[in-house]
């Protein structure tokens, strides 16, 4: 029998312990850590509420979930409650798949400014994470700025500009979406530091922004190049930069019937954020291309904002023992392989990009690299002792381990707090989510 360790719920975890269970059959047995005592990951805390379908994987990992060789272990630490050095004392192999969870700095001055946040904090608001449900971003000013032309910077722009009842059938989270329907933001301004052609959109989630009951897109017509030039773009991004085209050559007058505008500010990169305690504007600087590289121009300009919300990527947790890559913020690894017994994959991996479905390939590669490693004698003679040892462990540390049947009932207990049409209202404390499942 050989006994796996995955820490982290999310996609890449639960495809990890799929593939695992598809290799070894019967000869396996897998244990799903998570810090929270809820599974799922960013596809509870990440995935934005109003794109359900997206969210609807998880019914494939309750599969995995539910099968006799692999078991939840919510609402336990790893680098805190446990080490990485006591679970390898205990299994076979240990998998990190914690994502990217941690916001990156912009590194610039005025990030510490009340009212300017990462994007994991502010989507981890509205999403209901115990971490950032009481964030409290004022959005009683004017103008909201969001750093980055990527798909998480269009998910916060368009739950910026969404209202009541284009909330209908989400899952956001009660206070966000009053905070969100009382919201006097009527600009946003999406800041990108090079152009239309590099931006990092695709084309649904793009298309969306000309679909909202109360804001419009509007794009400078100036800023685009020559659409012959779109012939060279890969057939995604040719997609994008035909709706960006589509925005552009919209009347004014018909952008004017929405009370919102969602403005598409490109070749500025941010260089300071100002204001007297709470964010007041942003300086930034013109930029150029060069070889694929946004350079500035030394001309400055101080856009006002009442609201920062910097979405230009996450990096992963470092864990006490475990090697970590600081420029590239992820753990250390040789396409996953750590240490010995030691492997990583998803976001902790390669990096926060690719979407839910990337984590498939990942995790079936990582297991197929572990059964490499047991063949070839380096995971011992398969003698770890896994979940008994574990639950000798819990025991004796006294953790309060949450299962699957737990999350079951916590899963009940949002499903009949839900306001109608929603298909729940999180919990979004921990100590409210380990009484539902008492
Ligand atoms: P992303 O796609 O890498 O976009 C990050 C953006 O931030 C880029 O426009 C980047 O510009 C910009 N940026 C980075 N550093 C910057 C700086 N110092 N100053 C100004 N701008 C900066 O990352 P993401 O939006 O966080 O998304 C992460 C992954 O999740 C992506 O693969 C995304 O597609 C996926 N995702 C998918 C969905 C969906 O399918 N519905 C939703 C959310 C997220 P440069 O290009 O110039 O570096």
């Known amino acids: ?18 593939a695992a269970q598809k290799h070894f059959g019967d000869d396996v047995r897998v244990d799903i850590f998570d810090r929270l005592p809820v599974p799922y990951g960013l596809i509870r805390t990440g995935v934005a509420p109003d794109h359900q379908s997206i969210k609807g994987v998880s019914r494939r990992y309750e599969k995995t979930a539910l099968s006799q060789n692999v078991r939840f272990v919510g609402n336990v630490a790893v680098g805190t409650d446990v080490s990485i050095a006591q679970l390898q004392d205990l299994y076979d192999a240990v998998v990190l798949a914690t994502g990217a969870p941690q916001d990156r700095d912009l590194g610039i001055p005025g990030e510490d400014l009340a009212n300017c946040f990462g994007s994991a904090a502010f989507v981890g608001w509205y999403n209901g994470h115990p971490q950032f449900a009481g964030l409290a971003p004022d959005l009683s000013g004017n103008t909201a700025v969001v750093i980055g032309m990527g798909n998480v910077a269009l998910d916060v722009a368009r739950m910026l500009a969404k209202k009541g ?15 969100l329907s009382a919201s006097k933001i009527e600009r946003i301004v999406l800041l990108g530091r090079r152009g239309p052609h590099q931006i990092m959109m695709t084309p649904k989630e793009l298309g969306e922004l000309g679909q909202l009951d109360h804001a419009a897109p509007h794009v400078d017509k100036g800023d685009l190049p020559d659409e012959a030039e779109d012939a060279i773009l890969e057939p995604g991004l040719r997609k994008s930069v ?15 019937e929405k009370r919102i505008a969602i403005e ?38 101080r856009l006002p ?22 420029r590239q913020g992820r753990f250390a690894n040789d396409d996953g392989r750590i240490l010995p017994g030691l492997y990583c994959v998803g976001w902790a991996k390669r990096g926060p990009s ?13 297991v197929e690299k572990i059964a490499a490693d047991i063949a070839s004698g380096s995971l011992g003679r398969g003698d770890k002792t896994g979940r008994d040892g574990f639950d000798a462990l819990a025991a004796e540390k006294g953790l309060d381990v949450v299962t699957f049947r737990d999350w079951k009932k916590i899963e009940e207990a949002e499903a009949a707090a839900a306001r109608e049409g929603s298909p729940r209202e999180k919990f979004i404390d921990i100590e409210a989510m380990i009484r539902a499942a008492d």
Do not use: W
């Open 1 to 18: 029998m050989r006994h796996i360790a995955i820490i982290g719920s999310g996609p890449a975890g639960y495809y990890t312990a799929e």
């Open 354 to 366: 690719g979407t839910i479905g990337t984590n498939k390939p990942d995790g079936f590669g990582i």
């Open 165 to 179: 009842s284009e909330f209908d059938g989400s899952d956001i989270v009660g206070h966000a979406l009053d905070a």
């Open 305 to 326: 904002a009442d609201l920062v919300i910097s979405c230009i990527g996450y990096r992963t947790a470092p864990i006490p023992g475990v090697p970590f890559d600081e």
């Open 242 to 256: 035909a709706l960006l085209r589509e925005f552009a050559a919209t009347p004014e007058h018909i952008r004017a």
């Open 264 to 301: 598409f500010a490109f070749f500025v990169q941010p260089r300071a954020l100002m204001g007297d305690g709470k964010v007041e504007a942003v300086e930034v600087e013109h930029t150029r291309l060069e070889r694929g590289r946004a350079v500035g121009t030394g001309e400055v300009e």
